[in-house]
């Protein structure tokens, strides 16, 4: 499977509790997007990479949120210290510079 | 702010209609453009790119108007298996910008 891939599927964790998601981009594509989808709203933009650097990380996200894509291959989102608003899909897609993006399935994240 | 903006309907229209959804958007800076389509508890999939000339792909049909800010998608010949979500997605102020998805507009054909 050359699609973008996401690990993992799904988590429930407590309040609190540090969370770490990774998401697989395709093979060629030097571009990473991390979003945040909750029922019945859009992709909330979080943070994206060109290569290893994070080029932008929305001011939505609080100093909980980091993102990390070391080598310019895979990426993790880590969340510290949960909240329960923090319940949602986390999307991944990753992209050539000025294409569309292709999308993971998500990781969907329950806090407790 | 950045904002893309769509009706989020729903559309619910008969099979064989022909539907339309436009989207505007507020950085007259962006570059790319593109349509998705999402199904209930799925990810986001790529419909088209929307170019400046306008393009077609069997029965959708997307445009671009820069100088009103907005991109439209047209439907024609509606199937049931066009019901799902459509988000209109902004590459944001230029080449180095990243993707801004609006909240999507819901279709719902029906038999």
């Known amino acids: 499977d050359t699609g973008v891939s996401q690990d993992p599927r799904h988590k429930i964790t407590k309040r609190g509790q540090n969370v770490t998601f990774r998401c697989d981009p395709i093979?060629?594509?030097?571009?990473l997007y991390w979003y945040r989808q909750t029922l019945g709203q859009g992709p909330e933009f979080l943070t994206y990479?060109?290569?290893?650097?994070?080029?932008?990380k929305s001011r939505l996200l609080s100093d909980r949120f980091s993102a990390e894509r070391p080598k310019g291959s895979f990426s993790t989102l880590e969340i510290q210290r949960t909240e329960q608003g923090d319940s949602a899909m986390y999307l991944c897609?990753?992209?050539?510079?000025?294409?569309?993006?292709?999308f993971g399935q998500g990781t969907r994240l329950t806090v407790v | 702010r950045k904002e893309v903006e769509q009706d989020p309907g729903p559309f619910n229209v008969p099979e064989g209609a022909t539907v339309a959804f436009n989207c505007t958007y507020s950085n007259s800076a962006s570059q790319s453009f593109f349509w998705y389509r999402q199904d209930c508890r799925k990810e986001p999939k790529l419909l088209m790119s929307v170019y400046s000339s306008g393009n077609e792909d069997g029965r959708f049909t997307a445009q671009l108007n820069r100088a009103s800010q907005y991109i439209s998608l047209l439907i024609r010949d509606s199937k049931l298996s066009d019901s799902a979500t459509y988000l209109c997605v902004v590459n944001w102020g230029g080449s180095q910008g990243n993707l801004i998805f609006g909240k999507g507009t819901k279709l719902s054909v029906k038999p």
């Open positions: 093979s060629e594509h030097n571009r």
């Open positions: 990479f060109q290569n290893e650097a994070q080029l932008e």
């Open positions: 897609a990753s992209s050539l510079s000025g294409r569309g993006a292709f």
